[in-house]
């Protein structure tokens, strides 16, 4: 399995990571050594086999429709880096 | 007094023998000789442990009785505890102040147990070692040159260490019970869903689970008994049978239990002297009547593989919350995503970026059929492997661990040797069974014959046998005293 350069400089801007240049390299090579070891997964046969998401059976519960309880305004806001207005605030994203 | 146990504590403060202050002080005492040393915690407040103890020696002295009341813990740093720091390890989560109480949290606060410190872990509970803390490295209290196990490093040292008769980590592929089998204490991780994950730091979602610690399986069970069962705030939590067992442990009848040993778990990998110690505590369930008998679990080969694969993509979505937008230390660059991606370089380590990254990998395009819905369905063949052998056994015994504990450094720079280190820890999550280490006995430090090293016994039960299976390790616990040894911190 090959990984590139180019491979981990997508994925790191997908993810929102900045990686220095001396990063790049070694991450790189664990990907792909991590990503070909995980080829074996190649050697099963998985036709038919239905994913497991979630291996206990059980429904999802439903709770009544009713308003609670739940955090306040300034709650939400009392670890913000900053904020304004009863808001998150963020550099300009445009 | 330092190494009491709950049994022990709870009596004696029910008697009036001791008081909840008086298990705070002395608690603090030995942190504060000890962590210059184990550095197993990354926060402590005397002040306000001492006033919870003053709270439950009030609600002791109205008559009030309860399995947990002012008996001391400790808690992972992936716990939200409000109005005190979290860290998960990172230096991402610089500032934050819990703003509420996880579920797990509230449950022993609402018992009356007496919560003292925060303890360290590998960064967002991914590491095997100790050794991926933002804050420093966790020493073995049984020999400081090697790793305690991790990610629940802090917890567990806490206990072997006796700064706290009982802990909370988590166990997403093996973080309480590799720790626990290194530092020779008791830990469970439950059926998924017995115990809630509201207020835990999402790690892997589908693999997440609150992880209780203490001595011995009695011990444990006191604990159990206030945390387990359904909350509205996880859907995915359910009740568990017998739980009205836990309060007071009686230990399972062992004559006639069938005990399935895996041979994929007994083959060559597994160091000589943790072989012995295993044999040597199956030897003591069959002298009350066990029967052994070998099983197999066939995709035992591809569990690793499956669960790095899963747990790398669930990271990959759990951790962009992690971006200084609402908490943690932000990082200014300019626009919006040079901030993100400013504040995420400063903030997570190594280990961290690197399975945010295989994440990222494996969810996207073109690569999702190869590898993350490959390895669900590879989950599916593990599970049904469980599924037989339960068909023919009440219970599975394996090594906790193949290896002893690890030197530092020996394979933090390596990430498919430190993966390799979760090989016998990582099929029962996918599965979503129950599963325990206990103290299995004891093998010669390598470098150091005169120092001992704890080896672990894991026990895997089926889905929701969580109160059979602590009885079983009970019944164990009743019939050695590996639980009962403590390091030598005397120096």
């Not at chain 1, 519960?61 to 880096?81: C, G, I, K, W, Y």
């Not at chain 2, 567990?156 to 020779?184: E, Q």
């Not at chain 2, 969810?363 to 999702?368: D, P, R, T």
């Amino acid at each position: 399995m090959d990984v590139t350069r180019e491979d981990v400089l997508r994925c790191a801007r997908l993810a929102d990571l900045r990686l220095e240049e001396a990063e790049i390299e070694p991450m790189r090579r664990a990907m792909e050594e991590l990503l070909t070891h995980a080829q074996s997964l190649d050697a099963l046969d998985l036709a038919g086999v239905e994913p497991t998401t979630h291996a206990l059976p059980m429904t999802l519960p439903r709770r009544e429709d009713a308003v609670v309880a739940s955090f306040t305004q300034a709650q939400a806001l009392a670890n913000a880096p900053d904020a304004a207005e009863g808001l998150f605030r963020v550099p300009k994203a445009l | 007094m330092a190494a009491g146990t709950v049994l022990e504590w709870r009596e004696g403060l029910d008697q009036g023998d001791l008081s909840a202050v008086s298990l705070v002080q002395a608690a603090f005492d030995r942190m504060d000789r000890l962590e210059p040393t184990l550095n197993a915690l990354v926060w402590r407040d005397r002040e306000g442990a001492l006033g919870a103890a003053r709270e439950a020696d009030r609600r002791l002295h109205a008559g009030e009785r309860s399995p947990m009341l002012g008996v001391p813990f400790i808690l992972k740093d992936n716990f939200n505890w409000a109005g005190t720091p979290m860290g998960c390890g990172s230096k991402i989560l610089q500032g934050y102040q819990s703003p509420y109480d996880a579920t797990v949290v509230a449950r022993l606060l609402r018992a009356g147990a007496v919560p003292l410190a925060k303890a360290n872990m590998d960064e967002f509970a991914m590491g095997s070692s100790g050794e991926y803390s933002a804050f420093g490295p966790t020493r073995n209290p049984w020999d400081g040159s090697r790793v305690p196990g991790g990610s629940s490093s802090g917890s567990i040292v806490s206990v072997a260490a006796s700064y706290a008769p009982f802990a909370l980590g988590s166990d997403t592929g093996g973080s309480v019970r590799l720790p626990a089998g290194f530092c020779n204490v008791t830990a469970l991780r439950p059926t998924y869903g017995v115990l809630s994950r509201h207020g835990l730091t999402a790690m892997a979602s589908s693999l997440d689970q609150p992880g209780p610690v203490a001595r011995s399986a009695a011990d444990l069970a006191k604990g159990f008994a206030v945390l387990a069962g359904r909350d509205p705030l996880d859907s995915t939590s359910v009740d568990i049978p017998g739980a009205e067992r836990l309060e007071d442990l009686r230990p399972a009848d062992l004559a006639g239990l069938r005990i399935g040993l895996p041979k994929e778990y007994f083959g060559e990998g597994i160091e000589a002297p943790v072989r012995e110690a295993v044999a040597a505590a199956l030897k003591v369930f069959e002298s009350q009547g066990a029967i052994l008998e070998e099983v197999s679990l066939p995709h035992t080969a591809w569990a690793l593989d499956t669960y790095y694969l899963l747990c790398t993509s669930e990271v990959g979505s759990n951790l962009s919350r992690f971006d200084g937008v609402r908490y943690g230390a932000r990082v200014p660059d300019g626009g919006f995503h040079a901030m993100l991606a400013a504040t995420r370089d400063a903030g997570l380590g190594a280990e961290v970026k690197r399975r945010i990254l295989l994440g990222t990998f494996c969810l996207s395009k073109g690569y999702y059929e190869a590898f993350y819905l490959k390895a669900l369905k590879a989950r599916t063949l593990i599970a049904a492997d469980f599924a037989k052998a339960f068909a023919k056994v009440d219970v599975l015994a394996t090594p906790t661990s193949p290896a002893l504990p690890f030197r530092f450094g020996e394979k933090s720079a390596d990430p498919i040797a430190m993966y390799l280190a979760d090989a016998y820890s990582v099929a029962a999550p996918l599965a979503a069974l129950p599963c325990m280490s206990i103290p299995a006995g004891f093998a010669p430090s390598p470098d150091t014959p005169s120092k001992r090293l704890p080896v672990g016994l894991q026990l895997i039960g089926p889905a929701l046998s969580d109160v059979r299976l602590l009885e079983l390790a009970h019944a164990f616990q009743c019939c050695t005293d590996h639980h009962a040894q403590s390091p030598d911190l005397s120096t």
